[in-house]
């Protein structure tokens, strides 16, 4: 009778170490999801913000055009003033581009990484019959 005592005392103790396991692994896959998707949201925002600076320097490309067209006599002083303001413009937003590119290029590569790191801690947990951690 008391080996079946003690028998049960270590399946539940097993059985409530591995829910307790699974819950923490389950959280941390909440953070892991929750992370990647602010990730997303600020890429997607720097992305509407590059978009939109584009757009302006298009607005001012079109408008230099238009001046040249409308009178050919105009200072080419004034003209080359703003063709080096736009060139500063577009290679500015060019490094923010590529800033922006290796910050998410980072943070998506650690997320993937974390995930496939819990991925093989369920799946190590999941073959092991004892429920004994070894990490």
Do not use: C, W
Request: proline letters at 1%.
């Amino acid at each position: 009778m008391e080996l079946i005592y003690f028998i049960s005392g270590i399946l539940t103790v097993g059985v409530v170490y591995g829910v307790i396991l699974l819950r923490s692994v389950k959280s941390s896959h909440t953070e892991l999801l929750a992370r990647h998707q602010s990730q997303s949201n600020i890429s997607s925002i720097r992305n509407a913000d590059l978009d939109d600076q584009l757009d302006s320097l298009k607005l001012l490309i079109g408008d230099i055009q238009g001046k040249m067209e409308k009178d050919q006599y105009e200072s080419v002083s004034e003209i080359n003033k703003e063709i080096k303001a736009l060139g500063t413009s577009l290679k500015e937003t060019v490094g923010r581009m590529d800033f922006a590119m290796k910050s998410n290029e980072k943070n998506f590569s650690t997320v993937f990484n974390d995930v496939q790191q819990l991925k093989n801690n369920v799946k190590i947990l999941g073959q092991d019959p004892n429920f004994v951690s070894r990490y």
